[in-house]
């Protein structure tokens, strides 16, 4: 089974944060369990600022089994049209692009996304299994 990562699943780890980090890190560890995890740029960049080393970063993600997997065109219109799904129904700007990119790309190349963004991925990307930390 393949499982999306979301940021703030990481971040919680990472960090530490002191209420979610060790749900998030259980969570992880059965997500490695139940097969692989992928991220993707936007992720990637997003961890970025915490380590301030790229060889960091990278040698972290290795260590979790977390592959780095680019977006492509269809993942990008995807994303490009559930955005717009969202716009059209009166949805501000609080949600970027960027959410909805990594929405796209856990439904088109995963089975699952780890998160704990509760309700928005599954609104707007209702084939995706959303597991939450």
Same mark, same amino acid.
């Given at each position: 089974?393949?499982?999306?990562?979301?940021?703030?699943?990481?971040?919680?780890?990472?960090?530490? /944060?002191?209420?979610?980090?060790?749900?998030?890190?259980? +969570?992880?560890? =059965?997500?490695?369990? %139940? @097969?692989?995890?992928?991220?993707?740029?936007?992720?990637?960049?997003?961890?970025?600022?915490?380590?301030?080393?790229?060889?960091?970063?990278?040698?972290?993600?290795?260590?979790?089994?977390?592959?780095?997997?680019?977006? /492509?065109?269809?993942?990008?219109?995807?994303?490009?049209? +559930?955005?717009? =799904?969202?716009?059209? %129904? @009166?949805?501000?700007?609080?949600?970027?692009?960027?959410?909805?990119?990594?929405?796209?790309?856990?439904?088109?190349?995963?089975?699952?996304?780890?998160?704990?963004?509760?309700?928005?991925?599954?609104?707007?990307?209702?084939?995706?299994?959303?597991?939450?930390?």
């Amino acid at each position: 089974m393949i499982t999306f990562v979301d940021t703030n699943v990481l971040l919680d780890v990472f960090l530490p /944060d002191p209420e979610w980090g060790e749900k998030s890190a259980r +969570a992880l560890e =059965e997500a490695f369990e %139940a @097969g692989s995890m992928i991220i993707n740029e936007i992720i990637y960049a997003e961890l970025a600022p915490q380590f301030g080393k790229q060889d960091l970063l990278d040698t972290t993600l290795a260590r979790l089994g977390i592959r780095t997997l680019p977006l /492509d065109r269809t993942v990008a219109f995807r994303a490009g049209m +559930a955005w717009r =799904e969202y716009r059209s %129904a @009166g949805g501000r700007r609080n949600r970027i692009l960027a959410d909805f990119l990594i929405g796209a790309h856990a439904e088109m190349q995963a089975e699952r996304l780890l998160t704990r963004d509760r309700g928005f991925y599954k609104k707007y990307f209702e084939s995706l299994e959303v597991v939450y930390s």
